[in-house]
């Protein structure tokens, strides 16, 4: 079962929410989701082609204008994150969400020939650059009323499992990152951070994983949008520090 939740019209009305990797996938179909209930949507991503094509759904869609922010995670270094976070203050002032979706799975492989290469870019992607981001844009945060700040876990950020390697340990660092910020800013400033684990979902990285397994058999990111929406936006307000699922099988 998917967590249900019916997300009432406007409700990210004047709400201006960042999504990383929103070009695919699950931030793919956050963003449609996030505009259709009235969110300025910050469309970041690494392929400009992709965001352009989320870009147009939302207009035509008749949602607010989006951005559009390509950006490498890999490569990008904090002082890229520092002039994203200085333009999004001259356009908009403050940030309201924040959904660190983004990620790369490396290599599924035993840690004996695990990839040197891959493990650092895995790291880069996964952990430093939403660390880069979130501390450049926390002061547009603290600028908004209620900021939700969402990052992306996964079944192996909870419990490890054999050959998912630097993608495994990443997710955990996730964990610990969300914990961290959510215990400094608890009680100090109206900032929220916490974690979701989509679940199994039909997404090229999930094949990537499953090459085998029949997609049809699985949740589509639009199912997942329901646990999205609400961890994100007003309706769970209050909530912070904590890790969730977005399909409880
Ligand atoms: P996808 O591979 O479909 O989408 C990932 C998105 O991240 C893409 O838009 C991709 O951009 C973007 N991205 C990847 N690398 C970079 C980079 N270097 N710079 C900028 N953007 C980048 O994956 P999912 O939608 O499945 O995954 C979304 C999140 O959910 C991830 O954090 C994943 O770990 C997590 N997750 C997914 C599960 C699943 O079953 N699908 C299960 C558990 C967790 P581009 O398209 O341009 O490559």
Request: contains cysteine; hydrophobic residues 45%; glycine residues 8%.
């Amino acid at each position: 079962e998917a967590l249900d939740y019916s997300c009432p019209a406007g409700s990210f009305k004047d709400r201006v929410v960042l999504v990383t990797g929103a070009g695919d996938g699950i931030g793919r179909a956050v963003s449609l989701a996030l505009a259709d209930a009235g969110a300025t949507v910050i469309l970041m991503g690494r392929t400009q082609d992709k965001l352009e094509r989320v870009y147009d759904d939302i207009l035509e869609r008749g949602g607010p204008q989006p951005a559009l922010v390509p950006v490498n995670l890999e490569v990008a270094t904090p002082a890229n994150f520092e002039e994203l976070a200085a333009m999004l203050d001259r356009e908009f002032g403050r940030l309201d969400g924040l959904l660190h979706n983004a990620s790369i799975l490396g290599d599924i492989t035993p840690l004996d020939s695990y990839g040197y290469g891959t493990w650092d870019s895995v790291m880069q992607v996964n952990l430093n650059a939403p660390f880069y981001l979130t501390r450049a844009v926390l002061p547009l945060l603290r600028s908004a009323k209620d900021a939700s700040v969402v990052f992306t876990s996964s079944s192996v950020g909870r419990r490890a499992r054999a050959f998912w390697g630097a993608y495994a340990v990443s997710k955990f660092a996730t964990e610990g990152l969300m914990q961290v910020m959510a215990d400094e800013l608890e009680n100090t400033s109206a900032i929220r951070a916490n974690s979701i684990n989509p679940g199994a979902t039909r997404t090229r990285m999930r094949a990537l994983a499953y090459p085998g397994e029949d997609a049809n058999t699985l949740r589509t990111p639009e199912q997942l949008v329901p646990a999205y929406l609400w961890l994100l936006g007003p309706a769970s307000t209050g909530i912070t520090g904590q890790a969730f699922n977005a399909q409880i099988r």
